[in-house]
């Protein structure tokens, strides 16, 4: 089974410092990777995922991840920090191939940005 | 297009009582899925679907069932809720063509058991 690491339950940053969330899996085969992101009381929304077209991934809200096979990382980075960022956010994995298979979900990382 | 929404969005149940979650979705979604969220557990997948009148089980499916009779509608049902149960829940959807296809989640619904 895979399996999602994210390192980190929470992580606090100043704001317009950098954001780096971690996030490993554990597959001898690249699966589908996505990042999400949970604000307060709402449900998930896409921040990005991993297509295989390029190993930098650039996602919404000036978001983006690096996809490295040989660490089996697809970290989550920033710039510069904003107060509404302020989230829960989660690395997600589904097994490559073309089946219907739910999403693996790192434990989450709750991100706090101080003013 | 209202995307993926869930019924109701707050509950409380006493230990034994049954209820049915309804998720809806318009974007004409082959599959559907059913996870739960609890505190530092991330989520887990609980059903899934790969369209109308199938349902598999996905990791934490005991003391679940589920139902997809129409393609746009999946149900969720605990006959008898247990305290364990209490949790958040959250319904998503993905179409099937294309490999990178993302999952669209519901704003969740809330269930406490008592």
């Known amino acids: 089974a895979q399996s999602v690491t994210q390192l980190g339950s929470h992580v606090s940053v100043s704001e317009g410092a950098l954001v780096l969330l971690r996030c490993n899996y554990s597959?001898?085969?690249?699966?589908?990777l996505f990042w999400y992101v949970q604000y307060p009381n709402q449900g998930l929304q896409l921040l990005l995922k991993?297509?295989?077209?390029?190993?930098l991934v650039k996602g919404i809200n000036g978001f983006e991840a690096e996809f490295k096979k040989s660490e089996t990382s697809f970290h989550l980075t920033k710039p510069s920090a904003h107060m509404r960022d302020a989230a829960e956010y989660f690395c997600?994995?589904?097994?490559?191939?073309?089946?219907?298979?739910?999403?693996?979900f790192g434990k989450g990382t709750h991100l706090i940005i101080q003013p | 297009n209202a995307g993926v929404t869930q019924t109701p969005k707050f509950r409380v149940l006493k230990t034994g009582q049954s209820m049915t979650l309804l998720c809806a979705q318009d974007?004409?979604?082959?599959?559907m899925y059913w996870y739960r969220q609890d505190p530092g557990m991330g989520l887990r997948l609980i059903h899934y679907?790969?369209?109308?009148?199938?349902?598999a089980k996905g990791e934490v499916p005991d003391g679940y069932n589920v139902s997809r009779l129409k393609k746009q509608n999946f149900l969720l049902g605990l006959e008898s809720a247990a305290p364990s149960q209490t949790s958040v829940y959250f319904c998503?959807?993905?179409?099937?063509?294309?490999?990178?296809?993302?999952?669209?989640f519901g704003p969740g619904t809330r269930l406490t058991v008592l």
């Open positions: 679907s790969v369209g109308e009148g199938t349902t």
């Open positions: 597959s001898s085969v690249p699966p589908y």
């Open positions: 991993y297509t295989s077209a390029a190993t």
């Open positions: 998503a959807s993905r179409k099937l063509a294309g490999a990178y296809n993302e999952q669209f």
């Open positions: 997600a994995v589904r097994p490559s191939g073309g089946g219907a298979d739910g999403l693996t």
């Open positions: 974007m004409n979604h082959e599959y």
